[in-house]
């Protein structure tokens, strides 16, 4: 079979759908990235006019251009998007359409998940612009405080809108972090150790860990506070056992990882693209390696310094205040190795490299003044002022918006295949420089002279007019900066020449492909002995086109991939990928049912939506697998791997654990919020304790053994292929025993509305009761697959997955057990 | 996956310990410890200097398993970076946790 016929073979294997269809059935992560990248522009943009809008009201004193209720919109909305909208969801679909080309692999471990994360962002991202074309959009300033955002001070819509759809959008954000952490363990070219890796997956690895771990207490926040405003169960009310500054904890034990969560991704851009515009290799691989484990670390110990004006103790205040400086360290490491790679190498100052330059420039001063900010005394001076505003956009500005341009240069030709033409850039690039600098060098002076954040006008006599009217000017500059990027980079991908295939001679996989890339990537997976493959066999694409890497027979007619040991990146097994499917989008328009039943307070609609969405995973799961045993499948080089579907340690099973990763997370932040209200709060102890029952702590306890034994047990019969359906029956009433004892602390709470305790309980009764649930879904989800002839000793993969979940409910359920029901006993 | 945890090891427990003194921290100013005089420091100084203590001897015994043949990855790259994570989390512990001995503990 030559190149061509193999081509052709591939793409009617791999291709979406013809016309409009392909949109809305594509699981490709090609297509799901450019989704995302051009949704997230969309936001981008959206978000941009809003800050015009911010700078027309600034420019002059007195100013009637918007009043203090549509301008307290727009700052919130703009921050929101920026934030939740475009940046996030911009790391999602960078790393969604590179990491496979990157990491010499067709796909990401789950296509199905990157559509259904992508509908769900395109889904929630309309209800927050939908609040905003109505003129009812959030009000309370991007994070949202109480007891300004709670139902005595905000009554309306607005906050609901917030709460509901950012929460929606976040299941896009862990839907992506799985698939990208799940994609780089396990799904690279062959020979690709953990030291041959790109350096760009390290740091999408790491930022994909943090989001795993960073999101879950922004989205326990706003389930608790729209518990409040929705049902009254007053967890940020202090005369009720709450306390307002739960809420500051849970947004920021998120907010500040969420800067790094931005920045991280944006630097392995920076490690990437550096070195090729510096020609030469970047400078300390394993220094920047665990420099960014490391920032991602500390990033978790700095979330009260943006709370250290709260009254908390000195010795808090300087635990944190020493977390923040210290994480300057990491990021410098980072930045001096950028500039030894440059000393090292030849710099050669095309489009991208302007880009790098903006970012050393302004990000290094955001870094600066965010020391400044970390010491407590200079914080209380500048905290709520526009010098914070300022800071945090030098360090999100400089740290991520310069260098996506320089990716976007720089991957241009890549997924276009066109080189650049049209000149426009450098001016663009000099307007964008300018004009931020103008803007927001000036912010800091205004700061410093008093001005506060989020005010809608000031007084002509305060001495800060000329100043905010330079300020705005700047802003107007940057904007008309950033216009021309995009007229720019419409032009070059609709009319300029034909690119290379490797125009900067780049030595990683994404270079090794035909331009614009094919739906399957390579023709055939390479086999990895370096960094970078390309510089080392500049042939490679041309060898992996005639099908002499792996897995380069396209016979079978199966979108097959294969997975690798996570650390020698050696072949361990085969994948079968499912096919383009709607399946995503019509999940994710039931998912959205769910969240806009809640919004609108159609509440009769919320169980129709959950037994849809619990249909669909059901179908979803449903549609994997197969009734015969797969022989394992010769993936070229005389190497014989088994399926998937026939091993303990599947996608799937790692999957399920970075998926609980998170939710131990929600968990444990769920705990900490309760210990912080026992700990904290005024109106503790609360007036009646739950009562303590031994026969529901007894059937908790006996149900977690009997589910934890029972799993156990099927698995091991369907492995010596013995009858599974008892202990499977086990299993169910262990699950069964668990939810029951879960209802208990659900219906006997203590008067959940009159206290923050008994609000607590319910909330934590909720919790296990709705994995009992899933749960005893899965297990009859089990039962159904082995009575119908899914499962062998062979395709055994399902087993372990649902184990897993066992283990995780018995241990859940045992600590909520024990946390409801011993303060009752003691007392 | 056990070199992947041999990297994240050394920060993951300075974020257990660091939350776990902020907690105790915050224990003690809750629930009002106070008075109590061990030898020649008070309760509280006693028992975040011990907290502080026991976290930088946990980050030297880990950093001292990533240096042991015994526990270290056999792959050069992954043992340099664990050992790098290593001396961030001994470092970052003895740094952040400082304040344990030095300032008012509820002021």
């Keep these: 079979m030559n190149a061509l016929e193999r081509h052709r073979k591939l793409t009617a294997i791999w291709a979406s759908q013809p016309g409009m269809a392909r949109w809305f059935s594509t699981v490709n992560h090609s297509d799901v990235g450019k989704l995302f990248l051009v949704t997230a522009g969309f936001f981008f943009l959206v978000g941009g006019v809003l800050a015009m809008l911010i700078r027309a009201q600034l420019a002059t004193p007195h100013s009637a251009f918007a009043g203090p209720e549509i301008y307290n919109q727009i700052f919130t909305m703009h921050g929101t998007i920026m934030m939740f909208l475009f940046a996030i969801p911009t790391f999602e679909g960078l790393a969604m359409y590179l990491l496979p080309k990157l990491l010499g692999t067709r796909d990401l471990a789950f296509p199905r998940l990157s559509a259904y994360g992508y509908w769900c962002y395109v889904f929630g991202g309309t209800m927050l612009l939908a609040s905003m074309v109505l003129g009812i959009?959030?009000?309370g300033g991007w994070f949202m405080y109480p007891p300004l955002t709670g139902p005595l001070y905000s009554p309306g819509i607005n906050t609901d809108f917030w709460l509901i759809g950012i929460t929606f959008v976040e299941i896009s954000a862990i839907a992506a972090a799985v698939e990208i952490t799940v994609s780089i363990l396990k799904y690279r070219a062959?020979?690709?150790?953990?030291?041959?890796?790109?350096?760009?997956?390290?740091?999408?690895?790491?930022?994909?860990?943090?989001?795993?771990?960073?999101f879950p207490p922004l989205i326990l926040g706003s389930i608790l506070l729209e518990l409040e405003r929705a049902f009254g169960l007053p967890f940020f009310q202090a005369d009720l056992g709450g306390d307002s500054l739960l809420w500051q904890h849970l947004f920021w034990l998120f907010g500040h990882p969420e800067v790094y969560i931005i920045f991280l991704p944006a630097a392995g851009v920076i490690s990437t693209v550096l070195p090729v515009m510096c020609r030469t290799t970047i400078l300390g691989y394993g220094w920047i390696v665990a420099s960014a484990v490391a920032l991602a670390f500390l990033s978790f110990g700095l979330w009260v310094h943006h709370m250290f004006t709260t009254g908390i103790p000195h010795m808090g205040l300087a635990f944190f205040s020493a977390a923040s400086t210290l994480v300057a360290v990491p990021t410098g490491v980072q930045i001096f190795a950028w500039i030894g790679t440059m000393w090292k190498g030849r710099p050669n100052l095309r489009m991208p490299m302007l880009h790098l330059l903006g970012f050393f420039f302004t990000f290094v001063i955001g870094g600066l003044t965010g020391v400044m900010v970390a010491i407590v005394p200079f914080d209380w001076q500048a905290h709520d002022t526009a010098f914070i505003t300022a800071h945090l956009h030098y360090v999100l500005f400089?740290?991520?918006?310069?260098?996506?341009?320089?990716?976007?240069?720089?991957?241009?030709p890549q997924v276009t295949g066109r080189r650049r033409f049209f000149r426009l850039g450098e001016l663009a690039f000099a307007l964008i420089f300018i004009g931020f600098h103008v803007t927001f060098l000036a912010m800091h002076w205004v700061g410093l002279l008093g001005q506060r954040r989020r005010i809608s006008t000031y007084l002509p006599e305060d001495g800060w007019t000329t100043i905010n009217l330079i300020s705005s000017i700047g802003s107007f500059v940057l904007a008309i900066g950033i216009a021309m990027v995009i007229i720019d980079l419409v032009?070059?991908?609709l009319t300029a020449r034909r690119s290379p295939r490797n125009p900067w001679n780049a030595g990683t996989l994404e270079w090794a492909m035909m331009k614009p890339p094919p739906a399957y990537n390579f023709a055939s997976l390479p086999h990895v002995t370096s960094r970078e493959p390309v510089t080392d066999d500049p042939q490679m694409a041309i060898r992996l086109a005639r099908g002499e890497g792996y897995l380069g027979d396209p016979g079978r007619g199966w979108r097959e991939s294969l997975t690798v040991d996570i650390a020698s990146g050696k072949p361990d097994f085969h994948v079968i990928y499912p096919t383009n499917t709607r399946l995503p989008i019509v999940m994710a328009a039931v998912t959205g049912v769910f969240f806009l039943s809640l919004l609108l307070k159609f509440y009769w609609t919320v169980p129709l939506a959950v037994i849809g969405v619990a249909a669909l995973a059901w179908r979803w799961a449903w549609s994997l697998g197969r009734k015969a045993d797969l022989a394992p499948q010769l993936i070229g080089r005389d190497i014989e791997l088994p399926n998937a579907t026939g091993v303990d340690r599947s996608p799937s099973w790692w999957g399920s654990l970075f998926l609980l990763t998170a939710n131990a997370t929600f968990f444990g932040s769920l705990l900490f919020g309760f210990a912080f209200l026992w700990t904290v709060a005024p109106g503790w102890p609360?007036?009646?304790?739950?009562?303590?029952?031994?026969?529901e702590v007894g059937l908790g306890m006996a149900g977690a053994t009997l589910a934890v034994v029972g799993i156990r047990r099927a698995l091991r019969a369907n492995l010596m292929d013995g009858d599974v359906r008892l202990w499977l029956a086990v299993t169910f009433a262990g699950v069964l025993a668990m939810g029951i004892a879960a209802g208990g602390v659900i219906l006997r709470a203590p008067t959940p509305g009159e206290h923050a305790y008994g609000a607590t309980l319910l909330v934590l009764g909720g919790y296990a009761f709705f994995h009992a649930a899933l749960a005893a879904l899965m297990v009859a989800f089990l039962a159904a697959r082995v009575a119908?002839?899914?499962?062998s000793p062979v395709r055994r993969a399902e087993f372990p997955v649902v184990n897993l979940w066992i283990d995780y409910l018995a241990g859940v359920s045992t600590l909520i057990l024990i946390v409801a029901h011993l303060p009752g006993w003691l007392t | 996956m056990r070199d992947v945890l041999r990297i994240l090891a050394a920060p993951l427990l300075w974020l257990a310990s660091f939350t776990a003194v902020y907690g105790l921290h915050g224990l003690i100013c809750g629930h009002g410890i106070d008075g109590e005089i061990v030898g020649l420091m008070s309760l509280q100084r006693v028992l975040m200097a011990t907290a502080w203590l026991l976290a930088i001897g946990a980050q030297t015994a880990l950093l001292w398993a990533l240096h042991a043949p015994r526990f270290a990855s056999p792959s050069p790259f992954v043992g340099f970076v664990s050992r790098g994570t290593g001396w961030v989390g001994l470092v970052a512990s003895v740094w952040t946790l400082f304040p344990a001995v030095a300032t008012t503990y509820c002021l």
């Excluded at chain 1, 400089?398 to 241009?412: D, M, Q, R, T």
Aim: glycine share 10%; charged share 5%.
């Design chain 1, 788 to 791: 119908l002839g899914f499962t």
């Design chain 1, 137 to 139: 959009a959030p009000d």
């Design chain 1, 398 to 412: 400089g740290g991520f918006v310069f260098p996506i341009l320089a990716g976007l240069y720089y991957w241009l």
């Design chain 1, 491 to 493: 032009l070059q991908a």
């Design chain 1, 686 to 695: 609360p007036p009646a304790w739950f009562a303590a029952s031994a026969v």
């Design chain 1, 190 to 214: 062959p020979g690709m150790s953990l030291d041959k890796m790109p350096i760009f997956a390290w740091y999408a690895l790491v930022t994909a860990l943090m989001i795993l771990t960073g």
